[in-house]
């Protein structure tokens, strides 16, 4: 009799992508004049989103992955927008969105995951071009829990519950937080 083996295997499964949809742009494939840094930091006051969000993971010690996003989606017909955003920045890259379930109309995402370009590239930035509105805060807290992540802080307990502080700040500000405790 053969013995069979309980282990899973290595190999990966590939990421099932809507096909309708297209790859990701990233800065290699963007010829586009850069924008003047002053409307985009502007622009990120409107339409930017910064997200920190805490999500279940198999192979991590503690079970919780930290997950830090930058972000700004627009409607696709705007997605020169985005490339120059991201020739400026030099980092990230722009996805494509589908709302047909909902009526709506194509949208573009332009997003920025990794912490080292965020470190590199997105906190120059805004620190040099400042945001005007309240999020400016909200970009503070989202900062202070990168940089957190950097120095590799979420591993610790402490450092954990930290994060989960700042991130609990940072909806406060949102606009689906009904109370306004800061």
């Known amino acids: ?47 930017g989103s910064f997200s920190v969000s805490i999500g279940k993971h198999k192979t991590l010690s503690r079970g919780l992955e930290v997950r830090c996003e930058f972000e700004i989606e627009l409607r696709k017909d705007d997605q020169e927008i985005l490339e120059r955003i991201c020739a400026t920045f030099g980092c990230g890259k722009i996805y494509d969105c589908s709302y047909e379930r909902y009526g709506w109309y194509p949208h573009a995402k332009y997003k920025i995951t990794s912490t080292k370009d965020m470190e590199k590239y997105l906190f120059p930035f805004l620190d040099r071009y400042q945001l005007q509105a309240k999020k400016i ?46």
Do not use: C, W
């Not at 586009?32 to 840094?37: M, Q």
């Not at 700042?166 to 109370?179: I, T």
């Open 1 to 47: 009799m053969q013995e069979v083996s309980r282990a899973r295997s290595t190999k990966r499964k590939s990421i099932r992508r809507n096909p309708r949809l297209e790859d990701p742009i990233g800065k290699e494939r963007i010829f586009r004049e850069k924008l003047n840094p002053h409307y985009i930091a502007g622009f990120i006051d409107g339409e």
């Open 137 to 182: 805060h909200v970009y503070k807290l989202f900062r202070e829990i990168v940089l957190m992540v950097r120095r590799k802080e979420h591993l610790t307990n402490n450092g954990f519950k930290k994060i989960v502080s700042l991130r609990d700040r940072m909806r406060s500000f949102g606009k689906k937080h009904r109370e306004r405790n800061r």
